[in-house]
């Protein structure tokens, strides 16, 4: 099928209590398999973000009053508009982040699903009783919780998934009757635009939904230390996240920072062609530049080297180019600088000793999917998280040592095993020490209504429609004592 035409965006806007308003200086936002600038945005001032905040301040008020049914009636209507408009999405997304068409699309596929999710928990979220007379001092009380939102929430979005990671903080936030401050990614803020405009047609009050614009280092500092800001939720580095936890204040906080995903695959599967097709996707879709994506394959000694073969394979059938060419599947990288960080890793782990067996080329900002053999644990592509199109296959003398060595890491985000033993699949839940445990498919499989968020360096808190919502939701506490 042919290349689909080019993106043109045009010129945006802040969008702050329900106007759409100038703001500074054009940030270019480029076609990033082309290197054409497709539209702008205004960087945001300080005044701008004052302005966002005390927007989102009135609009909590009129988010926490709406009843129920009508917070899920927003929601639902904007996930109808945004399947009547999924191609314009896919097409933007695609373009904007580089992702391959038939990735984007299933993105804007998973947004979708994501605020009809949100509908849906909007209607449900409740307190629970608590039995106080389970103490002596509890005799004669009566006593509940409820759900508050929080206020304002400020969403700091990465470029990787525009749309959904985006609908991941949105979507819970204004189920549970708080307003929102976005801050997206400045590489990736078009696709935020087009849902501001998704949210405004839907009947998000004025001030619910704001939209914002500019460098993490200012622009989202001021908005995640702000004083009126009652929540922050982050995706994005470890290094951010670690320097959010300091300047926050005292606010609830939701960080997603990523990982070094392993998978562990046992000596008794028997499709091995199957686990590396897989596997295939799971490391190189989106050229890799997805938390959760494979990165340590964990192969034991019978089986390694037909694993090695058979992955490679794999890798080598998945077609690269442009994103919006329907037959590809790997794209570009978010920018040429860090495709010539991912090159960097690679020649640095071959220096020590590691071995291409596929892939290790370069054209501008798009790297082809890399395999590598006897790279060794101190080695960054190991050890730290690649986000490229690069995955190392590793071996292991037996199932016990591969779960060890899939541990053996800062992060904690999920973890794989293929194994037909359900004893093999107990041990690993056991023993790895993530906050998401997959059997038989890869670390990349999410469901959005599942609790997501991982333990050690790969952040704090959990999104997931419901999981959200209480992060976003304070518990207040009911005792009722009867009158004399």
């Avoid at 993106?7 to 054009?26: C, M, N, S, Y």
């Avoid at 301040?57 to 009547?84: F, H, S, V």
């Avoid at 997304?93 to 947004?111: D, M, T, V």
Wanted: charged letters at 25%.
């Amino acid at each position: 099928m042919a290349v689909q035409e080019r993106v043109r965006f045009g010129e945006a806007k802040l969008f702050i209590g329900g106007q759409w308003v100038d703001g500074g200086t054009p940030i270019p936002v480029r076609d990033k398999y082309t290197g054409e600038v497709i539209g702008t945005v205004p960087e945001a001032r300080r005044e701008d973000v004052e302005a966002a905040v005390a927007a989102a301040q009135e609009g909590a008020k009129a988010m926490e009053t709406l009843p129920a049914w009508r917070r899920a009636e927003i929601l639902r209507r904007a996930a109808e508009l945004i399947r009547e408009q999924k191609e314009e999405f896919a097409r933007l997304i695609a373009a904007e982040a580089g992702k391959a068409l038939k990735w984007a699309r299933a993105e804007a596929e998973r947004a979708i699903w994501t605020f009809t999710i949100a509908a849906e928990e909007a209607r449900r979220i409740g307190g629970e009783v608590i039995p106080l007379d389970a103490v002596p001092a509890g005799e004669g009380y009566f006593g509940f919780y409820i759900r508050r939102p929080v206020g304002v929430v400020a969403a700091i979005s990465p470029f990787n998934f525009p749309l959904n990671l985006v609908a991941h903080k949105v979507a819970p936030a204004l189920a549970a009757g708080n307003a929102v401050v976005l801050k997206p990614a400045s590489a990736t803020p078009l696709t935020a635009v087009k849902l501001a405009q998704v949210l405004e047609a839907a009947g998000v009050p004025p001030g619910g939904f704001n939209l914002i614009f500019g460098p993490g280092g200012t622009v989202g500092e001021w908005l995640a230390a702000h004083p009126g800001v009652g929540k922050v939720s982050f995706t994005g580095s470890r290094a951010v996240g670690d320097r959010l936890t300091r300047v926050v204040g005292i606010k609830k906080l939701t960080l997603e920072l990523g990982n070094a995903t392993p998978v562990v695959v046992a000596d008794d599967v028997t499709d091995l062609g199957w686990v590396a097709r897989r596997l295939a996707i799971g490391a190189f879709y989106n050229s890799g530049q997805v938390c959760i994506s494979v990165q340590r394959i964990y192969g034991t000694r019978r089986i390694y080297e037909p694993l090695v073969e058979a992955f490679a394979g794999a890798a080598q059938e998945m077609v690269v180019g442009d994103p919006l060419d329907e037959r590809v599947d790997v794209g570009p990288l978010i920018d040429e600088r860090e495709a010539l960080r991912v090159e960097g890793w690679v020649q640095e782990a071959v220096s020590g000793g590691a071995e291409v067996v596929t892939g290790g080329r370069r054209e501008g900002p798009v790297m082809w999917p890399t395999v590598l053999i006897r790279a060794r644990p101190e080695m960054r592509v190991v050890r730290e998280e690649v986000f490229g199109p690069v995955a190392s296959v590793l071996e292991a003398g037996d199932f016990e040592e591969a779960l060890a060595a899939a541990n053996a890491t800062e992060y904690g985000l999920q973890v794989a095993v293929f194994t037909r033993d359900i004893n093999r699949a107990l041990q690993a839940i056991r023993k790895l020490n993530f906050g998401g445990i997959i059997i038989n498919d890869t670390p990349t499989f999410r469901a959005d209504h599942m609790p997501y968020g991982g333990v050690k360096g790969s952040g704090l808190g959990r999104e997931g429609v419901r999981y959200a919502i209480e992060e976003m939701t304070h518990v207040h506490m009911v005792v009722i004592r009867p009158a004399p």
